[in-house]
Each structure stands twice: as C-alpha cells, then as structure tokens.
C-alpha cells in the first residue's frame, strides 16, 4: 500500500497508512535514502510506534533484526518473539514499516534532504570505528547502561516534596516512577570544539564541527543535559523550546548506546 | 582539644614534567621536610594522607604506599584519597582530623598528580571522570562544557558577560608570572585572552586551565610539637568540607556552588572569623567561570557581584581589600588535579611566612582562605589559615 500523507515527525518523514506506518529518514544520498548523523533503524522504529500509540492502543511488538528489542521493550512498548499484533519491517534503505501482516510500505512522495556523499561516508566509517574502540578511562558498561536505559528513554522520574526527581535515587527505589513529558526549556547551553567533546565522540566530533549540549528544564522541576539530535544547525537559546527524541548517542565494544536527544520544537 | 599547625611545606613545581609519580613525591616531600625550622627526620611521620585521581593510571591501586616508600617514611599508616580535583583538599582535612582526635602528632597531607605523559586519545578517556560518567558525559559533557554552561546561565541571570572572565584570566595570568613554581608563567592581555580559541562556548582556551604534572606536601603537627619544631607555624584555624549532587542538572542552581559555601560557613564558624578577615584566598579557578562564583560562594562578593568584583581588578594582589590567587591560581600555576589543594595551602603557608617571591608576596597577611572544588562542584574543602592561632 502506498501512503500519500507523510509528516515530519521526530525529525524523521512519518506516512501514516490504513495499514500501518511507514517512517523514512529524511535523508538522501543519490536517489537512495540513507540514515541521518546519529539515526538508524531502531531510531524510526519508536518514532513509528510513537505515532502508532497516538492512534490506536498497541499491545505487543515483534521486531526485526535491525532494530534493538531491548530499546524498544525500555521505551515502553511490550516486545514479543512471535506472534506480535504489529511487526516491525526494516527497509534496505534507511526507512522501515510497521504493520500488522508485515507488508512493506511505501510512498509515492519524493521528500527528503539531499545529504553530502563526504560528510555521510565518513559519518558511516566514524561509527564503525567507534564500535570497535574500547575504553581506556570512562566507562559505561553494558551493565550500567542496560539499567537505566528505562528511566533514560521513558524520563522516568521520583516525586519528592511535590518536585519531580530525574534520574531517580537509588534509596527511592521503591517509589512510584512517573514518566515525564518528552519535552523541555532550555536553561542553558553550550557547543564544545572538536577537541572538547568526550572521548567516546571523538571520532565523529569534528565531522559534526563541535557537538552542542542543552540543559534542560523539563516537568515538574527535574533537569537534565542531553545532545542536540542530528547535531543540525538549529540554535540552542535560552528559554526555548524543544522536544526529546531518539537517537543513538555512542558505540563501544559493539554495543550503540541510545538515548533521548533535543529537538527546537 | 588540640591546635595543629602546618610545621612544613612543599612542592614540585607544576608544569609538563620529566619526573614520575615517585620522583615527583620526593621532591616534593622533601621540600616539606627540609622546610621545618629545626629540623624533622622523616621517621617521627605517623601517618601519610595523599590526595590523587590517579589520573591515567601509572599506579591506581595503594599510590600512597608507593610514595611513602620513596620518601622515607616506610611502616606508617597511609591512604590515598580521592575526591577528583578537591582529593588533597580533603587529605589534608583527614591529616587535621588525625591529630584532633590525639591519634597522632605529626601528620603527612599531600597530592600529586601525572597528567601530561599520556597519549591524548588516551587523556580524553581520563578528563572528565569526575562528573556523572552515566549522566553527564553521555550528554558531551566534560568539564569544560559543563562550567561553560554554568557560565552562560550566569551571563543570563546577571549583569555580566565574557569579558569579566578575561578579567580573571588576566589577573591570574599576571600573578603567576612572578611564580616560579607556576605551570605558564606568561602574562596576556585582555584583547589576546578575549579572542582565545573556543574550547566549550562561551568558554575560550583562557578561561581553562591547563593539565598539569605536580605533587605537594605539608606537615601538620599538634600544638605541642609545632612550637618545638617551627619558629613560625602557620596555623590551621578552621576547616570546613561540603558536598553536592554529582551531576549538574540535579542541583538547585547552576551559577552558585552549593558545596563551597556549606564548606566556607564551617570554616568562618570554626575560625571565628568572616569573608572581611581574609586577607588573602587560593581559590578553585579551574575555569574562570569557577573564580566569579567562589568570590561570591565565599562571600567576598556579594550574589550576582562575581563578575563586578573581576571586573573592577578587586582581586589583584595588594589593590585592595583582598587579594585571589596570588600563585596564578589552577588557571596559571596549573592543576595537576589531586595535588591542587595541598598546593594550595603550601602557597597560603609561604605567604603568611613571607617565603614567596617578593614582587607577589601579599603584604600584612594575617589570615589566608584556601578553596578546593571537587569536580563541578559535587564536594569542597575550604581550609582558614592564620599567624596566629
């Protein structure tokens, strides 16, 4: 089935179909549509699921290799190996469907961004370099990681004295967690140099120029820093706004880590 | 209880260093050694405190036992401490709580720190341990970013922009060229400071600090011995230590540090004495960003009159009522990150016995306020020093 309405949703191309979506990137590379700086195929999933749960309620998920089940199953979407209701299907290219009879989607519309051959090839080349480096300081193991990726994609969050705790404290583990809007104020900002970035981006630092980092005021009183997603050129400004998205953030020892990354809304 | 007193100081100087950790130690500790007025053998040491991150790795585990070894005080009760860039600052508070409790009368604080013999990919792995590894640095953040962002909500909520920064670079800069044992002993301009290569915007090259190889020692010793071995004691008359969250973002404001001034109330109350009563501060500029806040967190400037105080050179050595970092500060004399604070104090010490160089040399120094921050600002120790006790 063919989709005639696509939306810029995440900062992806969201199509929605009687059947199901279809979410492509918004990048294009030689008539090919390709992932953008920091997106891959785990990244259109939640955006499609996002959109899905916005119409109709989702009960179970089965996904396709490419994408990571455990980020999907953390975002908060009930992840099976069989017989899911919605099946995830990952295109050859950097877009992907979600329906119920696994049918791939796709669109008439010729929307997308052209991206620089230069800047994509050694985006790619970046990323797989970085998943083969090891640490030799900081370390987030896969443990840590995996641990608090719940709290980290679904911004799950304590309430103390009226006032929202994110990321929350160990000592409350027992409290009720609340999942706080996907959206924020920036408070502040900052872009590092080339040089100035952590270890883990210093590969693909200086193709992006630098990488900028919002502190945020998001519900409730909680705060918290995040990436700008794609690394575009929007301005970070004080007061405004923005939302929160999916992206990978860095890999090491094979493993992408993800997590939620700003948008200018 | 028992009065203690710094007998002794002494350190490397700070810089890109040929030494390793073990010579650097050495060095520095027999300095301190060779510093007490009548003579002190290192067998009557009792315990040994040493500040350091073990940034990089050349000995993570039982560092403080390897430096006792090369400095001839073998057998005795010794730890490393460690509290990122505040470890020695709070060594030297654990020396000081040593003889307070009549454990021991002559104790070991120092720091030291090799930063500069690693490979830079491998350094970057290293700067910016301290912050929230989990939190903070999967959002880009070292600590040059994370001051940066300190810096710019501070430009937002008050009257101030970069230039006061330049301002504190300059003074700095300025003091620590008559440092000998200072990192960069070079003076720069305001125009060369202000157009500095972008390291975290809106932080410049000038507004950070460098990586630093360094190790300092001092000998505190209960009031008893410190008369019989020293002439003139430099007296530690309060002592005061604070934390906050570790992560930026969890804080109840981003443009003061809530740690020093918990750690500052302590210590004002202990030495019975006020921010008007210090002649004389070393405080933590790791950034100058860092240096605004700690004159107001100290209370030498008032709320949001950080960047004022800067710009009006209230600072600058023997101009006015106080002088900031008559060393050159971290931003000069340089920050090999767990020696930072017992250097601190060896500076303080020489200043109030007249021993700097004589063209830095604060005059009519009483009391000397020394500021050590941990990371962004998750722990601080803040030490009062005086002539007289």
């Given at each position: 089935?063919?989709?005639n309405?696509?939306?810029?949703?995440?900062?992806h191309?969201?199509?929605?179909?009687p059947?199901?979506?279809?979410?492509?990137s918004?990048f294009?590379?030689?008539?090919d549509?390709?992932?953008?700086?920091?997106?891959?195929?785990?990244?259109?999933?939640?955006?499609?699921l996002?959109?899905?749960?916005?119409?109709?309620e989702?009960?179970?998920?089965?996904c396709s290799?490419?994408?990571?089940?455990?980020v999907?199953?953390?975002?908060?979407?009930?992840?099976?190996t069989q017989?899911?209701?919605?099946?995830?299907?990952?295109?050859?290219?950097?877009?992907?469907?979600?329906?119920?009879d696994?049918?791939?989607?796709?669109?008439?519309?010729?929307?997308?961004?052209?991206?620089?051959?230069?800047?994509?090839?050694?985006?790619?080349?970046?990323?797989?370099e970085?998943?083969?480096?090891?640490s030799?300081?900081?370390?987030?193991?896969?443990?840590?990681?995996?641990?608090?990726?719940?709290?980290?994609?679904?911004?799950l969050?304590?309430?103390e004295?009226?006032?929202?705790?994110?990321?929350?404290?160990?000592n409350?583990?027992?409290?009720?967690?609340?999942?706080?809007?996907?959206?924020?104020?920036?408070?502040?900002?900052?872009?590092?140099?080339?040089?100035?970035?952590?270890?883990?981006?210093?590969?693909?630092?200086?193709?992006?120029?630098?990488?900028?980092?919002?502190?945020?005021?998001?519900?409730?009183?909680?705060?918290?820093?995040?990436?700008?997603?794609?690394?575009?050129?929007?301005?970070?400004?004080?007061?405004?706004?923005?939302?929160?998205?999916?992206?990978?953030?860095y890999?090491?020892?094979?493993?992408?880590?993800?997590?939620?990354?700003?948008?200018?809304? | 209880?028992?009065?203690?007193?710094?007998i002794?100081?002494?350190?490397?100087?700070?810089?890109?260093?040929?030494?390793?950790?073990?010579?650097?130690?050495?060095?520095?500790?027999q300095?301190?050694?060779?510093?007490?007025?009548?003579?002190?053998?290192?067998s009557?040491?009792?315990?040994?405190?040493?500040?350091?991150t073990?940034?990089?790795?050349?000995?993570?585990?039982?560092?403080?036992?390897?430096?006792?070894?090369?400095s001839?005080?073998?057998?005795?009760?010794v730890?490393?401490v460690?509290?990122?860039?505040?470890?020695?600052g709070?060594?030297?508070?654990?020396?000081?709580?040593?003889?307070?409790?009549?454990?021991?009368?002559?104790?070991?604080?120092?720091?030291?720190?090799?930063?500069?013999?690693?490979?830079?990919?491998?350094?970057?792995?290293?700067?910016?341990?301290?912050?929230?590894?989990?939190?903070?640095?999967?959002?880009?953040?070292?600590?040059?970013?994370?001051?940066a962002?300190?810096?710019?909500?501070?430009?937002?909520?008050?009257d101030?922009?970069?230039?006061?920064?330049?301002?504190?670079?300059?003074?700095?800069?300025?003091?620590?060229?008559?440092?000998?044992?200072?990192?960069?002993?070079?003076?720069?301009?305001?125009?060369?400071?202000?157009?500095?290569?972008?390291?975290?915007?809106?932080?410049?090259?000038?507004?950070?600090?460098?990586?630093?190889d360094?190790?300092?020692?001092?000998?505190?010793?209960?009031?008893?011995?410190?008369?019989?071995?020293?002439?003139?004691?430099?007296?530690?008359?309060?002592?005061?230590?604070?934390?906050?969250?570790?992560?930026?973002?969890?804080?109840?404001?981003?443009?003061?540090?809530?740690?020093?001034?918990?750690?500052?109330?302590?210590?004002y109350?202990?030495?019975?004495?006020?921010?008007?009563?210090?002649?004389?501060?070393?405080?933590?500029?790791?950034?100058?960003?860092?240096?605004?806040?700690?004159?107001?967190?100290?209370?030498?400037?008032?709320?949001?009159?950080?960047?004022?105080?800067?710009?009006?050179g209230?600072?600058?050595?023997?101009?006015?009522?106080?002088?900031?970092?008559?060393?050159?500060?971290?931003?000069?004399?340089?920050h090999?990150?767990?020696?930072?604070?017992?250097?601190?104090?060896?500076?303080?010490?020489?200043?109030?016995?007249?021993?700097?160089?004589?063209?830095?040399?604060?005059?009519?120094?009483?009391n000397?306020?020394?500021?050590?921050?941990?990371?962004?600002?998750?722990?601080?120790?803040?030490?009062i020093?005086?002539?007289?006790?």
């Amino acid at each position: 089935m063919a989709a005639n309405e696509c939306i810029p949703f995440h900062g992806h191309i969201l199509c929605l179909t009687p059947s199901g979506v279809l979410v492509r990137s918004r990048f294009i590379l030689d008539g090919d549509r390709v992932h953008g700086p920091d997106s891959d195929h785990t990244c259109l999933a939640i955006t499609g699921l996002c959109a899905l749960a916005d119409e109709c309620e989702i009960t179970t998920i089965q996904c396709s290799d490419d994408v990571d089940a455990r980020v999907i199953s953390a975002y908060g979407f009930n992840v099976v190996t069989q017989n899911g209701e919605w099946k995830i299907v990952a295109h050859k290219d950097a877009s992907l469907s979600i329906t119920r009879d696994s049918s791939m989607l796709n669109s008439l519309a010729d929307d997308g961004e052209e991206m620089d051959s230069t800047f994509y090839l050694q985006m790619r080349s970046a990323w797989d370099e970085e998943l083969r480096s090891v640490s030799q300081g900081a370390y987030v193991s896969e443990q840590q990681y995996l641990s608090g990726l719940e709290s980290r994609l679904r911004l799950l969050a304590q309430k103390e004295g009226g006032k929202y705790i994110w990321p929350g404290r160990e000592n409350n583990s027992q409290h009720a967690t609340f999942p706080l809007k996907r959206k924020g104020i920036v408070e502040s900002w900052t872009r590092t140099s080339a040089a100035g970035s952590p270890s883990e981006f210093a590969l693909r630092s200086p193709l992006l120029d630098g990488m900028t980092t919002v502190l945020l005021a998001l519900e409730g009183g909680a705060k918290g820093a995040f990436l700008l997603a794609d690394d575009e050129d929007a301005v970070a400004e004080i007061g405004s706004h923005v939302e929160l998205v999916i992206r990978r953030i860095y890999g090491q020892e094979g493993l992408i880590r993800y997590g939620l990354k700003a948008r200018c809304s | 209880m028992v009065d203690v007193a710094i007998i002794g100081a002494g350190q490397t100087r700070y810089g890109d260093l040929p030494s390793t950790l073990k010579g650097m130690w050495a060095e520095a500790a027999q300095k301190a050694i060779a510093s007490v007025d009548n003579g002190l053998g290192p067998s009557l040491i009792e315990e040994a405190h040493i500040g350091s991150t073990a940034f990089g790795g050349e000995q993570i585990g039982n560092t403080a036992a390897l430096m006792t070894e090369h400095s001839g005080m073998e057998g005795i009760s010794v730890r490393r401490v460690e509290n990122a860039c505040a470890s020695s600052g709070f060594a030297f508070r654990d020396a000081w709580m040593t003889i307070k409790s009549g454990e021991a009368d002559i104790v070991v604080a120092g720091g030291i720190e090799k930063m500069n013999d690693l490979t830079p990919q491998r350094k970057r792995f290293w700067l910016g341990v301290s912050g929230d590894t989990e939190w903070e640095r999967l959002a880009g953040l070292t600590f040059p970013a994370t001051y940066a962002l300190m810096a710019r909500r501070y430009f937002h909520e008050f009257d101030s922009n970069h230039d006061d920064l330049v301002h504190v670079a300059v003074k700095n800069h300025a003091h620590g060229f008559a440092n000998e044992v200072a990192h960069i002993r070079k003076e720069v301009s305001f125009d060369k400071a202000a157009s500095g290569f972008m390291v975290a915007d809106p932080l410049t090259l000038y507004d950070c600090c460098p990586t630093s190889d360094g190790a300092s020692c001092v000998i505190l010793a209960a009031d008893h011995v410190a008369r019989k071995l020293s002439d003139t004691p430099v007296w530690v008359k309060g002592s005061g230590a604070a934390s906050d969250y570790l992560a930026l973002h969890d804080r109840e404001s981003f443009t003061q540090v809530l740690a020093s001034q918990r750690a500052a109330k302590k210590a004002y109350s202990m030495a019975g004495l006020a921010a008007k009563d210090i002649d004389l501060a070393e405080v933590h500029d790791c950034f100058t960003i860092a240096e605004v806040m700690a004159c107001e967190d100290l209370g030498f400037a008032k709320r949001g009159e950080g960047g004022l105080f800067a710009r009006e050179g209230r600072g600058i050595i023997n101009q006015g009522e106080i002088t900031i970092n008559p060393s050159g500060g971290l931003k000069s004399k340089g920050h090999p990150l767990g020696s930072t604070g017992v250097g601190q104090i060896v500076e303080a010490f020489k200043q109030l016995r007249d021993e700097v160089e004589p063209s830095r040399q604060v005059r009519d120094v009483e009391n000397t306020l020394c500021h050590n921050v941990g990371g962004s600002g998750a722990t601080c120790a803040v030490h009062i020093l005086g002539r007289e006790i």
